[in-house]
Each structure stands twice: as C-alpha cells, then as structure tokens.
C-alpha cells in the first residue's frame, strides 16, 4: 500500500500545485489553457516520437498479447461513449472524452514504476512493447474519432490530419525508426527534455482547470468511467490473456496491470484540445488516481504479486 501511495503522491502533488496557484491568484486561466496547448502541440508529439524512434521491435510479435489488452480497450471504450450518449445526453466530442478517460492508462507517472517493482526484469519488454503502441493508438483513434464526426468534406479532413500535432509525431517517429538512425547527442537531449516535459505540465494544467471548473455535473457518469476503467478493463484483459490466448504469466499479468492504472492525464489534454469535458476528464484522472491506491492493491492480490 506504501508503494502505492508514494507513486500516487507526485500526481496529486502536481494538481496540487495548479489547484493552489489559481486559488492563490499567482497563475490565471490562461495559463492553464497555454500549458495545455504546450503539451498538447509539442510535448506531446514529442514524447510519441521519442517512443516509437527508440523502439526495437520483438523478435516475434505477440499477437495475444495485443489483442487481449487492446480488445478489451476497445470495450470500455465503447461502452463508455454509450453510456455517455445513451443515458447522459453527451454530444459525440464529450462521448469520446469519456471513452478515453476509460480505455487510456496512465503508465508514464504510475504504471512504469509499479509493474516493473512487480514483476521486474520479467515485465520489462512486455510493458515497453506495450508502452511503445498504447499512446500512439489511444490518441489516433481518439483524434479520429472527433475529426472525422459529423460529414466533414474529406478534403478538409485530410488536411487537418495532415497538420495534427498528434499524427505529425506519429508519422515522424515511424519514419525515423524506418530510416535506421538513432536519437543522440544533442538532438537527443533537446527530444528528451520536450518529452519529460509533457506529464508534469499536464498535471499542473488540470489543477489550474479543477480550480476553474470545478467538479462535473455528470457524477453518476464519472464513477461508471472510473468502474470502467479500474475494474472492467483489467478484468477483461485478464480472462482474455489467461482464458483465451497464450503467454508467459508474466506478460498476462503486464497487461492486466497496465490496464488497471488509472486514468491518463492524456484524456485532460484531449478535451482542452476539443474543448469538450474538460471539468469531467479532471476529475476522472484525479478520482482514478484516488482509487487506483485500492484497486491497484486488489488487482496485485489477484495476480499474487502482493504480500
């Protein structure tokens, strides 16, 4: 439970942060709004080519292990942006907020460190080969999903395609993957630190915008997201992983965990962006982080990783 907490502590600390200095009056709304472009425009991008530059693929790829976390992904997701439709009346922006406060984890603050004190060398390359697609995908569909609602001229949808800061990082990290060079000196120090940039400012972000916000209306939603994402997900991954495909325990349990981390800040930077749910993507990320402390705990029980 210690663990758990002192990884938990930094994220809350940083909200902290952003939620104090617009109460105090020593930072204004519009530097949560410019934070966020930042990290929306170039930290983050940065960091997905940074990913995908620097990873090495398997010698052989793990197809059940895909689909088990990425099907039941798709999942939450979509049951999300049902219920948020269905029953709360959201339009489609605000559906695919929730569905991404579902389906996207948070591993850069919480998961990299608690899977890899749980399973150590043994978890290291399923968590990165995970790590090196799960943005990347989470994002682009999420992109999509917005860009391409509503019967937009296909000519004007591939340009803004073409012009996302999201895809741009995308397509320049395969790009430099496929060319055969490799991130070093002071290239590299320079994506490094716009990469290492990107959680921090985030968080500090949301903080400012909890302040501003408040707490979303929609809260019967919000703990049906935060259920979702911390109890459905992970146990979706785990029938699939151990029950229908083939893998080492230890790359089953990787995923489980991976899915059962809270809510990444990305789904805060996503609404800002599109300017749909903001209030809510705040809250969820800072209430699944909450629960995270417990349910993280029940899900390392399950595995029998804790003692």
């Given at each position: 439970m210690?663990?758990?907490l002192a990884?938990?502590?930094?994220?809350?600390?940083?909200?902290a942060?952003?939620f104090?200095?617009?109460?105090?009056?020593?930072l204004s709304?519009r530097?949560?709004e410019?934070?966020s472009?930042?990290v929306f425009?170039?930290?983050?991008p940065?960091l997905?080519?940074?990913t995908?530059?620097?990873?090495?693929?398997?010698d052989a790829?793990?197809?059940?292990?895909?689909?088990?976390?990425?099907?039941a992904?798709a999942v939450?997701w979509a049951l999300a942006?049902l219920l948020?439709r269905?029953?709360?009346?959201?339009?489609?922006?605000?559906s695919?907020?929730?569905g991404?406060?579902a389906?996207q984890?948070?591993?850069?603050?919480?998961?990299?460190?608690?899977?890899?004190?749980a399973y150590?060398e043994?978890?290291a390359?399923?968590?990165?080969?995970l790590?090196a697609?799960?943005?990347p995908i989470?994002m682009?569909a999420?992109?999509?999903?917005v860009e391409g609602?509503?019967g937009v001229?296909?000519?004007?949808l591939?340009r803004?395609?073409?012009?996302?800061?999201?895809l741009?990082?995308?397509?320049?990290?395969l790009l430099f993957?496929?060319?055969?060079?490799t991130?070093e000196?002071?290239?590299?120090?320079l994506?490094d630190?716009l990469a290492r940039?990107a959680?921090?400012c985030a968080?500090?972000a949301?903080?400012?915008?909890?302040?501003?916000?408040?707490?979303p209306?929609?809260?019967?939603?919000?703990?049906?997201?935060?259920?979702?994402?911390?109890?459905?997900?992970?146990?979706?991954?785990y029938v699939?992983a151990t029950?229908?495909?083939s893998?080492?325990p230890?790359?089953?349990g990787v995923a489980?965990?991976f899915?059962?981390?809270?809510s990444g800040v990305n789904?805060?930077?996503?609404?800002?962006r599109y300017r749909?749910g903001?209030?809510?993507?705040?809250a969820a990320i800072?209430?699944?982080?909450?629960?995270?402390?417990?349910t993280?705990l029940f899900?390392?029980?399950?595995?029998g990783l804790?003692r």
């Amino acid at each position: 439970m210690s663990d758990l907490l002192a990884i938990a502590a930094p994220v809350f600390g940083l909200i902290a942060v952003g939620f104090l200095a617009r109460w105090a009056g020593l930072l204004s709304e519009r530097a949560g709004e410019g934070l966020s472009e930042f990290v929306f425009v170039c930290a983050i991008p940065t960091l997905i080519f940074r990913t995908l530059a620097e990873a090495r693929p398997a010698d052989a790829q793990p197809w059940g292990y895909w689909f088990s976390y990425f099907l039941a992904l798709a999942v939450v997701w979509a049951l999300a942006m049902l219920l948020a439709r269905r029953f709360f009346g959201a339009t489609h922006g605000f559906s695919v907020v929730a569905g991404f406060a579902a389906g996207q984890s948070n591993t850069a603050l919480v998961g990299i460190p608690l899977i890899l004190k749980a399973y150590g060398e043994a978890g290291a390359v399923p968590l990165f080969l995970l790590l090196a697609i799960h943005l990347p995908i989470t994002m682009t569909a999420a992109t999509l999903m917005v860009e391409g609602a509503g019967g937009v001229d296909i000519r004007q949808l591939l340009r803004r395609l073409a012009t996302h800061p999201i895809l741009l990082g995308l397509a320049a990290g395969l790009l430099f993957r496929a060319s055969g060079l490799t991130l070093e000196g002071p290239v590299l120090g320079l994506v490094d630190m716009l990469a290492r940039a990107a959680a921090p400012c985030a968080l500090v972000a949301m903080g400012l915008t909890l302040k501003q916000a408040g707490w979303p209306k929609e809260r019967a939603l919000l703990w049906s997201v935060a259920t979702l994402k911390l109890m459905i997900h992970p146990a979706l991954v785990y029938v699939l992983a151990t029950h229908v495909f083939s893998m080492p325990p230890a790359w089953a349990g990787v995923a489980v965990l991976f899915a059962a981390m809270p809510s990444g800040v990305n789904a805060y930077l996503f609404a800002e962006r599109y300017r749909e749910g903001v209030a809510f993507a705040s809250a969820a990320i800072a209430l699944t982080t909450a629960m995270a402390a417990l349910t993280a705990l029940f899900w390392m029980f399950w595995l029998g990783l804790a003692r």
